[in-house]
């Protein structure tokens, strides 16, 4: 089911007209880019790495399959992904300069044989359709103007028995535990951002844009939406995030 398009959307808490968010989310990505992978460990205690290694175990990409890594960044999931064996993996990310800190880690960890980089949105993936096996997104698709767009698209480019799985952050299961998930969020990690990168603003805009992304039950159904089918999702820590996933069949 197609939503009715506005002419405004969020960025963060703030409505902006929807063809001002994805300069503005490149803009904040731009500012992040070279204290990206230090601010992650920071944010998140560590854990984003086990969540990627719980993500990229669950996408299972093997030898023969072409991964697309949509929102790429600066890579973590595509070479966790060529470590477990996966075939081509293709870094799509609309920001060059997240993606050119992945270049730089590719050639550092002498990972750049079978992985090819894409700078685009990923509502316009410039890729045939029934093209690749599998689809991933880790924390980009909160970031994205027309959500329903990404998941129409990454339909689009998976051969049939192809899979989408989406990692992001989610709805907390334990309401009792909000207001101190609150408290690091809108407090810690602005402050560490201002700190650490100098730049409190995109961390506030990273928190808030955690607290408008649609819940567990509502991204499924956008998956379903988009024409995938079997859409399931696992919470990992409590809820802090989620991986959802839908097959095309
Ligand atoms: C929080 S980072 C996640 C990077 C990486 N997937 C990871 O998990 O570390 C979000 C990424 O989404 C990218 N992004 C934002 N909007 C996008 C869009 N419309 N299309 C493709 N990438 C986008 C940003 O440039 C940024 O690299």
């Known amino acids: 089911m197609l939503r009715p398009m506005t002419q405004t959307t969020d960025f963060g808490f703030r409505e902006v007209p929807r063809d001002a968010k994805a300069s503005m989310v490149r803009e904040v990505f731009d500012s992040v880019a070279p204290r990206y992978d230090v601010m992650n460990d920071l944010m998140s205690l560590g854990l984003h790495r086990a969540w990627k290694q719980a993500f990229v175990a669950a996408i299972g990409a093997g030898a023969s399959d072409t991964l697309l890594d949509l929102a790429a ?18 870094l799509a990310d609309i920001n060059a300069a997240m993606l050119g800190v992945g270049q730089g880690r590719a050639l550092e960890k002498g990972l750049a044989s079978g992985l090819d980089f894409v700078c685009c949105d990923a509502e316009h993936i410039p890729l045939p ?6 689809v991933s997104m880790a924390f980009g698709l909160r970031n994205c103007t027309d959500k329903d ?12 028995g192809g899979r989408m799985h989406v990692l992001e952050f989610s709805k907390l299961e334990v309401a009792a535990l909000r207001p101190l998930y609150d408290a690091w969020s809108f407090k810690a990690l602005p402050a560490i951002g201002q700190r650490i990168a100098q730049d409190g603003d995109s961390y506030q805009y990273l928190a808030e844009s955690i607290r408008m992304f649609p819940d567990q039950p509502t991204l499924a159904g956008m998956f379903e939406a988009a024409g995938f089918e079997r859409v399931a999702y696992r919470n990992l820590s409590g809820g802090i995030v989620a991986i959802h996933t839908g097959w095309k069949l």
């Open 73 to 90: 960044g600066t890579g973590d999931v595509a070479f966790l992904a060529k470590k477990r064996g996966a075939g081509r993996v293709i």
């Open 129 to 134: 359709s029934r093209s690749v096996e599998k």
């Open 149 to 160: 767009a990404v998941l129409r698209e990454g339909f689009r480019v998976l051969r049939p």
